[in-house]
């Protein structure tokens, strides 16, 4: 079984920094896409920002040029560096890792931390 753990959800005021990192933890032979997925209150759910196994990166039009995915594979985390951080901001981010485990693929949800940004 593979868990999801992530951190470092907080209030902040607009235009200030936060850091978001999620980490895979149980029987995992490789990650391939790890994503950030954000939910607000009372809309849908959207993608944040995407890292293939490889490094590249993709970001949602909202995000771009404020916020940096990375990956750590030694240590089957992710991170989500926000920057410049707006009141639209404000949603439970939730990390999301496509994960092979022997021989099957299996999409894996962290649990959400959540980010209020508020002045």
């Known amino acids: 079984q593979v868990q999801l753990v992530e951190s470092g959800g907080a209030l902040v005021q607009p235009g200030g920094s936060l850091r978001l990192a999620c980490a895979a933890s149980g029987n995992i032979f490789r990650i391939h896409d790890m994503n950030w997925i954000r939910q607000a209150p009372g809309k849908q759910r959207e993608l944040v920002a995407s890292i293939t196994d490889d490094g590249r990166a993709n970001y949602g039009d909202a995000v771009r040029g404020r916020f940096t995915i990375s990956r750590d594979n030694a240590k089957n985390a992710a991170y989500l560096q926000m920057n410049d951080l707006k009141v639209d901001d404000t949603a439970v981010y939730y990390c999301?890792?496509?994960?092979?485990?022997?021989?099957?693929?299996?999409?894996?949800w962290g649990q959400g931390t959540e980010v209020t940004v508020s002045s």
């Open positions: 999301n890792f496509v994960i092979l485990t022997g021989l099957a693929f299996h999409d894996v």
